[in-house]
């Protein structure tokens, strides 16, 4: 266990148990690589933990599966056959999200990514999962798809111990501020930079 | 895929999928969380694509095993029962490293460090991996228990298509220098700030 110690005790009635089992509420922004792959990291984690976990893209085109879906949901495969770890869902915006009815219109993007945000209100509410990835949802909240004000409403009302990770670049300001972990990836130096395009395995 | 298009495209006489398909030297440091976590996503991906996944933890405790090492052995678990995927090794450098005879005293941690580096310099001489996380390996680096300009020779120089992933704060300006991808994890908000300690799924 980690060696750390808060430099203030707030004076807010909770035992320190109490207060390091408060559900979180995590944001990973800025302009650089490792916002989606530290989400996914702490899923593993999770994992790990027996914690249910729900991962919903918001963006990422359902044709291209990136090496973590299919990782995770083969973590997903040994806990249904030997009941270590926790249970995995993976939920694709690109593909139609798979509880959803089909959409009029395949380019309805907004209504999509509306309905998938509906989705993982009931099952906040509902206390469905442990761990919530919401992988790129930023964008839809920036591009205006889906209301940031109720969606910061739903998470600080979210029942029980949910923990609940947002990445994306342009976080909104009050999703900053009901957040309890942010943290800003920043680019220092990018393949890219030298002419080098992503490669397999290590930027899918 | 991707649909990134360099800015550059470098003097290199190397075709474009030649140089998609350079090895990568990454950094992930700063003060923040996530460095770890991100580089274990990595090899959550890596594994998908049938890499060996090398991982070399340098400080943490061998008594503290993080959620990552269980699920990343599982994940080598699968490969072995089925083929998915790929190879999955950890070592720790508080366990002793398991391929390291028992050094004369348990609490030389710079020659464990050292004995830690050497190995890896080997494996990457023999081409064993695809891909090396060497976490919080910066440290040993920065206490001078490792020769940061033999770490860059031999990273330089590695042979054949080996990804390295470094993580851990104050990487050195030469390992900077040397890399090509450099992640920068900025602290915004952390939860400790207001008073709540670390927990089991989310920290560790």
Do not use: C
């Given at each position: 266990?980690?060696q750390?110690?808060?430099e203030?005790?707030?004076?807010?009635?909770l035992?320190?148990?109490?207060?390091?089992?408060?559900?979180?509420?995590?944001?990973?922004?800025?302009?650089?690589?490792g916002?989606?792959t530290?989400?996914?990291?702490m899923?593993?984690?999770?994992?790990?933990?027996?914690?249910?976990?729900?991962?919903?893209?918001?963006?990422?085109?359902?044709?291209?599966?990136?090496?973590e879906?299919t990782?995770?949901r083969?973590?997903?495969?040994v806990?249904?056959?030997?009941g270590?770890?926790?249970?995995?869902?993976?939920?694709?915006?690109?593909?139609?999200?798979?509880?959803?009815?089909k959409?009029g219109?395949?380019?309805?993007?907004a209504?999509?990514a509306?309905?998938?945000?509906?989705?993982?209100?009931?099952?906040?509410?509902?206390?469905?999962?442990d761990?919530?990835?919401?992988?790129?949802?930023?964008?839809?909240l920036?591009?205006g798809?889906?209301d940031?004000e109720?969606?910061?409403?739903?998470?600080?009302q979210?029942?029980?111990?949910?923990h609940?990770?947002?990445?994306?670049?342009?976080?909104?300001?009050?999703?900053?501020?009901?957040?309890?972990?942010?943290?800003?990836m920043?680019?220092?130096?990018?393949?890219?930079?030298a002419?080098?395009?992503?490669?397999?395995?290590?930027e899918?």
């Amino acid at each position: 266990m980690p060696q750390g110690q808060p430099e203030t005790v707030p004076d807010d009635g909770l035992t320190t148990r109490q207060r390091r089992n408060r559900p979180l509420l995590v944001v990973h922004t800025g302009e650089m690589k490792g916002k989606s792959t530290a989400a996914f990291g702490m899923a593993l984690r999770g994992w790990n933990a027996g914690f249910s976990i729900g991962v919903f893209q918001f963006v990422k085109s359902a044709k291209w599966k990136v090496g973590e879906e299919t990782a995770l949901r083969a973590l997903g495969d040994v806990h249904a056959r030997t009941g270590q770890g926790g249970a995995v869902e993976w939920h694709k915006m690109g593909e139609g999200w798979s509880w959803a009815r089909k959409q009029g219109s395949e380019d309805d993007h907004a209504a999509a990514a509306a309905e998938g945000w509906a989705e993982i209100a009931r099952r906040l509410a509902a206390q469905t999962h442990d761990l919530y990835v919401l992988d790129e949802f930023t964008y839809p909240l920036d591009w205006g798809w889906v209301d940031v004000e109720e969606v910061v409403t739903a998470l600080r009302q979210r029942p029980g111990r949910q923990h609940v990770v947002i990445t994306g670049r342009r976080a909104p300001s009050v999703l900053v501020e009901a957040a309890d972990l942010v943290v800003e990836m920043t680019k220092v130096k990018h393949p890219m930079d030298a002419g080098q395009k992503g490669q397999r395995g290590i930027e899918w």
